[in-house]
């Protein structure tokens, strides 16, 4: 099944913020970094393998550290916003919120020693039969933490950990750790709904396809992960996705979206949106349409009715005057709702 318009217009507007924010900070001849002596001075020894391929060492160490904010903006900010849209969640601080006995801190602690020293292979069902344990004597904080994903219903709580697709090594150790204690604490907090926590990474880097993965292979690929975790506490790719929005292909659907708005004319249509001037002609609907900005397309083709509820109120013709995005690509959705309740009049 397909995404439905709602969730693609908020993805969609997570594509156009993205590029918007590394339009503005991508180098040019003007700004590259020139004096970057101990890189230059390495990078000579591969003056033959640039042959051909790259001509301005100084731009090449430039794009290096633009490509390493752009892995870090998809990472902190364009993944972990998505998962949000995807299954109406939220990134959840827990300060000082959840406790636990003594006994399940033993039996934590029990488990890490076990899985470091090999002694025990990760078992997801014998790992929670040994926290989930039948007392009420909670008088132990755990750590504060941070979820990325977050979401609970009448059943469920579920939290998700979005995580590189080449994490550091001795990251599930800690992890590992991490989620016990969590995951005691959230039973202790919701001892009548089933508590999940994964941790999820948006692709497979060994797949031979853009959604495709192997699971068992990533976690050999990944340094001690098979030693702390099983199989069923990953998410990996199109599984991670699929999960979060509970329809199917959704990393393809998602990539369909940037692929259609992330071209070389992006720069140009965005302009265009950015045109008063230019609403209500058919480039501006159309580019609407292609970007799937349906709220926009419900003023642009409301607009007679709109301009007649505002009449003479100067704070509505400020506000009809703003323009869809901010400089930094944010769709202006205060803007929009005060639009949108005039077609209710």
């Not at 040019?28 to 000579?44: C, I, S």
Request: aromatic share 10%; hydrophobic share 35%.
């Amino acid at each position: 099944m397909t995404l439905d318009n709602h969730c693609k217009e908020k993805i969609s507007i997570e594509v156009i913020r993205t590029l918007v924010t590394k339009f503005a900070d991508f180098p040019d001849e003007h700004a590259t970094n020139r004096n970057a002596p101990f890189h230059e001075a390495f990078l000579e020894a591969f003056t033959d393998k640039f042959d051909g391929k790259v001509t301005d060492t100084p731009m090449l160490i430039s794009l290096s550290s633009w490509l390493h904010g752009l892995n870090t903006t998809l990472g902190q900010s364009f993944f972990e916003k998505t998962s949000h849209i995807l299954c109406s969640g939220y990134k959840k601080e827990f300060k000082n919120m959840l406790q636990i006995s003594t006994a399940q801190q033993i039996a934590i602690s029990n488990i890490i020693k076990e899985l470091k020293n090999d002694e025990r292979k990760p078992n997801l069902a014998e790992e929670e039969r040994l926290i989930y344990l039948d007392n009420t004597n909670h008088n132990n904080s755990i750590s504060n933490f941070t979820v990325d994903c977050f979401f609970d219903d009448n059943e469920t709580v579920v939290a998700i950990e979005l995580k590189t697709v080449k994490p550091n090594s001795g990251i599930f150790k800690n992890e590992k750790e991490k989620i016990l204690s969590a995951k005691a604490g959230l039973q202790n907090q919701h001892p009548d709904k089933k508590i999940l926590y994964f941790l999820g990474f948006p692709f497979d880097p060994q797949s031979d396809t853009k959604t495709g993965y192997n699971k068992d292979s990533f976690m050999n690929y990944s340094v001690d992960c098979k030693k702390f975790f099983a199989i069923d506490e990953i998410l990996l790719a199109d599984e991670l996705w699929n999960f979060l929005s509970g329809e199917i292909d959704t990393m393809q659907q998602i990539l369909d979206i940037i692929n259609e708005i992330a071209t070389p004319q992006f720069m140009a249509s965005f302009r265009l949106l950015t045109d008063n001037s230019k609403k209500q002609t058919s480039d501006y609907k159309e580019q609407l349409l292609k970007w799937n900005l349906f709220s926009e397309l419900e003023l642009v083709e409301n607009d007679s009715h709109i301009q007649s509820c505002i009449a003479n109120d100067k704070k509505l013709q400020r506000t009809y005057r703003k323009i869809p995005f901010d400089s930094q690509g944010n769709y202006q959705w205060e803007r929009f709702n005060d639009l949108i309740k005039l077609l209710n009049n």
